[in-house]
């Protein structure tokens, strides 16, 4: 088992009044794993891939990575972060000053690769993904799908064995996001690493091999 989640319990403060978000998740994450989380907009869903991810804490309940017990205050959570998960949000956040190779080595060069070595990596990343033309490129020099690539480009640059992805496809046209989820697909097939999505999209259900809905903080298989 790579990660999981037991018993996840949030709430926020609106005002004077407490919103229960998850009400006692729970969630197990194998290897080659490609999971999908539907459910309404603002049911919960990009709270609780937060949660897995390390960015944010519950109220109760615990996150397992590789048998661990960590939270987003663990001492190492950014370590694991940036060593054992890979992050890709519907909005690409590249750094508009970064060229796309530059983008993708950055996670390595976070964690202390040369920046000639992480350089290249990501340009190996670039070739696979048959975007290695572009590698100079910045992301105002490139089109939506591109920059989506190119953040999926960067989630995977560290080899992590868990990629969360949180409305991936989800600012692009049909036939980018079509090529997104195919992406996803083809290198959790050959690259081996479990996937956790999130979408409000039901109809890409049939790409998941598990999935489940989150429905008033509880969430189902389905």
């Keep these: 088992m790579i990660a999981a989640a037991k018993n996840i319990?949030?709430?926020?403060?609106?005002?004077?009044?407490?919103?229960?978000?998850?009400r006692g998740c729970n969630l197990e994450i194998m290897p080659q794993d490609f999971i999908l989380i539907t459910g309404k907009s603002g049911c919960g869903k990009s709270t609780l891939l937060h949660i897995?991810?390390?960015?944010?804490?519950?109220d109760s309940g615990a996150i397992y990575i590789n048998g661990k017990k960590v939270s987003s205050l663990s001492s190492d959570a950014a370590s694991l972060r940036n060593l054992h998960l890979g992050f890709v949000f519907q909005f690409h956040y590249l750094v508009e000053d970064l060229t796309a190779a530059e983008n993708i080595a950055l996670p390595q060069m976070i964690a202390g690769t040369s920046s000639g070595k992480a350089i290249s990596h990501a340009r190996d990343m670039l070739k696979r993904?048959?975007?290695?033309?572009?590698?100079?490129?910045?992301?105002n020099q490139l089109s939506g799908g591109e920059q989506q690539r190119i953040a999926l480009a960067r989630a995977l640059i560290n080899e992590p064995k868990l990629v969360l992805a949180d409305e991936p496809s989800g600012n692009l046209d049909?036939?980018?996001s079509a090529g997104i989820w195919e992406l996803?697909?083809?290198l959790n097939r050959d690259l081996g690493q479990a996937f956790?999505?999130?979408?409000?999209d039901s109809d890409t259900a049939s790409k998941s091999n598990?999935?489940?809905?989150?429905?008033q903080g509880v969430l189902s298989p389905l």
Aim: aromatic content about 8%.
């Design 9 to 22: 319990v949030k709430s926020y403060r609106d005002s004077d009044q407490e919103i229960q978000v998850l």
């Design 52 to 58: 897995l991810g390390l960015l944010d804490a519950p």
């Design 129 to 139: 993904l048959e975007l290695d033309a572009l590698w100079q490129r910045y992301p």
């Design 174 to 176: 049909p036939a980018n």
């Design 184 to 186: 996803m697909k083809e």
């Design 196 to 200: 956790v999505i999130v979408t409000h």
């Design 210 to 215: 598990k999935r489940f809905e989150l429905s």
